[in-house]
Structures are given as C-alpha cells and as structure tokens.
C-alpha cells in the first residue's frame, strides 16, 4: 500500500492503494468513475483507455503507482466545460458512431488523443491512431467520418471566433 496523489479531470486526488493495482480499479472502484469500461483487461482492445499527462493508456494494465503526480483525463472530463462537448464527442453523435456503445468511452480517447498530435490526420493516420482500439459492432467507417468531422470542429473549439471583436471590425 502506498499513499498516491494525482489530478482526475482536473480534480487533486490523494488514496491509499495497493500499487499494483490498474488505474482502471482505481477510477471505477474507488472514484465511482464509471465511464471507463473493462474490456480485456489485458490492454488489448482500447476499451478503457484514459489520457495521463495527455498521452493514451490502457488503463486495465497501467499499475496506479504510475500515475502519482500526473493528471489523468477520463471520458467524463474530455469536454472543458460543462455545457459542452469535446468536439470528438461531438462528432461522434452527429455521425451516430455508437453502436452498442461499449467500446466508445475508449474510442473517443484515443481520437481526441490522436488530434491533439496531429489536427488534420489521413485515413492511414487514423487507421494507425485507431488500430488498438477493437469495436465488436464494426463501427470503423463511421469512426474514421468522426474522426474528421471533429478535427474540423476542433478547429472552433481550440480557436473560438470571439463574435465581440469580430462584430466591432
């Protein structure tokens, strides 16, 4: 056991854990944050993938002890505010990319890790970004028409048009 500190969607947390223990447990468990799924559990399918310090992790093998000190960004702090959604999850709706909906939470992770590196990514870059992440439902082309969509929204979301100063010109 060991006392670990760390950020979870931008909120400081400090818990006595077993340090073997996944990040995954961690947010489900003891956080109650929900929005993260077990898929495998080995790491494989993307399913409960999460950002620590803006980098994607398989959080169903990413020991917790690894995280103290860092921030961790799960599904339910994508958006940075509350009226409001990531432009990923954005595009994920207008392109009704769910189909099940199971593997989504870890789907929408890795794209939105994926934008933030590259703003306008190919198919081959897409592909690639996406190739951990496993949709039993087959949603690929839809997830790849998404991906785009939002990088096209992120634009707006990264760079809001200030309408004052533009009305003012």
């Not at 081959?124 to 087959?138: E, H, L, P, S, Y």
């Not at 785009?148 to 009305?167: C, F, G, I, K, S």
């Amino acid at each position: 056991m060991a006392e670990l500190s760390f950020t979870v969607n931008g909120r400081a947390q400090a818990l006595t854990v077993d340090t073997g223990t996944p990040l995954l447990w961690v947010l489900r468990e003891q956080l109650a944050m929900t929005g993260t799924k077990f898929g495998c559990g080995m790491g494989l399918c993307g399913a409960c993938t999460v950002h620590v310090d803006g980098n994607p992790v398989r959080s169903c093998s990413y020991p917790v002890e690894l995280v103290n000190g860092r921030d961790i960004t799960t599904i339910e702090g994508l958006a940075t505010a509350e009226d409001s959604l990531h432009p990923v999850q954005q595009a994920w709706l207008e392109m009704s990319v769910p189909q099940c909906g199971y593997c989504q939470s870890g789907q929408v992770m890795s794209a939105a890790a994926l934008l933030e590196s590259n703003k306008t990514p190919s198919d081959d870059d897409i592909d690639a970004a996406m190739a951990g992440n496993i949709c039993r439902c087959g949603t690929y082309p839809r997830i790849r028409k998404a991906i785009h969509r939002a990088a096209e929204l992120a634009v707006q979301y990264y760079q809001p048009v200030d309408t004052a100063t533009e009305a003012k010109s």
